[in-house]
């Protein structure tokens, strides 16, 4: 065995998405960032017009408002986070999941790690999963690291490679994803990730970008081959070779 070989740790990886995903939609957190990310716009005085049209410009553009208010701005991505995601009262939103717990528990990890991967960056997240109760089974986080001005984020190809590159695994058809962005694993699928998941939920409505968004989803899979799901508990079926007690 080579030494590059040593490194590589193959065994599949389950990658999960943090907001919107792990926690339903209907806990209205999108919301209260959407305002948030507002009245940072409007902070850097811009009018309440223009600061719509700016925050759902760079959102559509680059994935994360942020990424256009730092590349043509010049903004702290720190003093955004503290401001916006920093302040969020997530306490009083969600709460500890024994489900999703119980999910992830029954993954195999002899047979699939489990990774996080957001947009958010570091704080966000941990405090996120820490709420829901299931910090301590996700093996290892993938966040926007703000702390770079030059930070990577989901739907780029560099945030997905560096994903790999930071779990150690060679081969993307071993990777699992699921993301309430259909942007996002349409994104990974294009770039050979295995078995990609849309969750919807279905009939809620969302903040993006700034704007409300009613969720629609049809049928079980999108034309390109990504399976929809509206109820995380679907994946027990989707990827049930990775779930404890299902012998191959
Ligand atoms: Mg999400």
Partial sequence: MT?????????????????????????RISQAMGKRIHAYFVDLGWSDEEASEL??????????????????????PLDFDRKCDGSLPLEEMIKPDPKLRKLLEEIDT???????LTNAYQTHANRVLTILGIRDLIEG???????DPAFSCKPEPAFFYNAMRLAKISDPSRCLFVDDSRTNVEAAKSLGW?????????GLEVVEGGKRKQLHSEGTETPTGVKIITNLE????LWSEFFKGDTP
């Fill in 55 to 76: 925050h759902h410009k760079y959102y559509t553009q680059y994935g994360l408002a942020l990424r256009g208010l730092v590349k043509h701005h010049d903004v702290d």
């Fill in 141 to 147: 986080l993938i966040f926007c690291d703000y702390s």
């Fill in 3 to 27: 030494l590059e070989n040593i490194e590589v740790d193959d065994r599949h990886i389950i990658w999960l998405d943090i907001d919107n995903t792990l926690y339903s939609a209907s806990s």
């Fill in 234 to 237: 679907e994946l027990r079926d």
């Fill in 110 to 116: 002899s047979k699939a790690r489990i990774w996080a």
């Fill in 194 to 202: 295995g078995r990609c998941v849309h969750f919807c939920e279905h």
